[in-house]
């Protein structure tokens, strides 16, 4: 599969999608507090998406096997794809929500930390490091570049700070389709891979564990864990390649920041 390079049509229906999707995760934020259990958060995601927003959840009856919730939920050494459960959160827990909405054709997609209750200043920095890697892969992002910059970019930030770069999960190319070309790795060589193009559309999300990289996924075919149950952190944003640099489409509306 080729990449593709939206159109000005396009790119305005993503800004669209966008907005959506960071909208979401504003509003779920005021429900994270322990004793909250990810299927409530769930079924809060949904309807917010099909009631409010007029879109519908892009990760339920996703993949192979089927992905069975609306949105993913991963507490702790949970490193992506957690699926909400009846488990309560509790006090200390870090949680990692990524929603994807669909409407009209296009998908909107994006991941935010939150800490539950009083988190531990190692959980924090995991966390702060984690978004600092993300904005370092993004601040890469320009015509000419290429993907082994942003990987570097990412892969800097987290390995300088002590954290290791989840390899096998990457980020990647959205718009008509929910997973697009191009992958986006979040570790990598500057001057290496495919050279961006105005009009690109990607996620940078990178997963950077406390411990080693490692990790295992559990037989629910989802759910991926970190192999030494360190703490696992993770941020994501959808990014537009412009002519002069690059557009974050994910900023929170209700913050103004990315």
């Given amino acids: 599969m080729a990449v593709v390079i939206k159109t000005a049509e396009e790119i305005e229906k993503m800004r669209e999608l966008g907005r959506l999707a960071a909208e979401a995760l504003d509003y779920i934020g005021q429900f994270v507090k322990p004793g909250i259990t990810t299927n409530e958060l769930d079924r809060l995601i949904y309807t917010y998406h ?20 609306s949105c993913c939920t991963s507490v702790n050494h949970v490193i992506c794809h957690g699926i909400p459960d009846d488990k309560p959160l ?58 082994g910059d942003i990987g570097y970019a990412c892969q800097q930030v987290a390995e300088n700070a002590g954290y290791s770069v989840v390899q096998e999960f990457c980020g990647h190319g959205i718009g008509r389709g929910f997973h697009e070309e191009p992958q986006v790795l979040h570790y990598g060589r500057k001057g290496q891979g495919l050279v961006l193009q105005p009009g690109m559309i990607f996620t940078i999300e990178p997963m950077i564990n406390q411990g080693k990289r490692h990790l295992r996924i559990l037989a629910d075919g989802w759910t991926v864990v970190t192999k030494d149950r360190s703490l696992s952190a993770q941020w994501e944003h959808e990014v537009l390649v412009t002519e002069t ?14």
């Fill in 50 to 69: 099909t009631e409010v927003q007029g879109g519908s959840p892009a990760p339920l009856n996703y993949g192979n096997p089927p992905y069975p919730k």
């Fill in 245 to 258: 640099g690059r557009e974050i489409l994910t900023v929170s509306p209700k913050t103004g920041k990315p």
């Fill in 90 to 147: 509790k006090n200390g827990d870090i949680l990692n929500i990524d929603i994807t909405i669909k409407k009209d054709g296009f998908h909107g997609d994006s991941s935010r930390m939150f800490a539950v209750g009083k988190i531990s200043p190692q959980a924090q920095r995991l966390i702060d490091i984690t978004h600092q890697a993300m904005m370092a892969g993004i601040a890469a992002v320009k015509p000419g570049a290429t993907l």
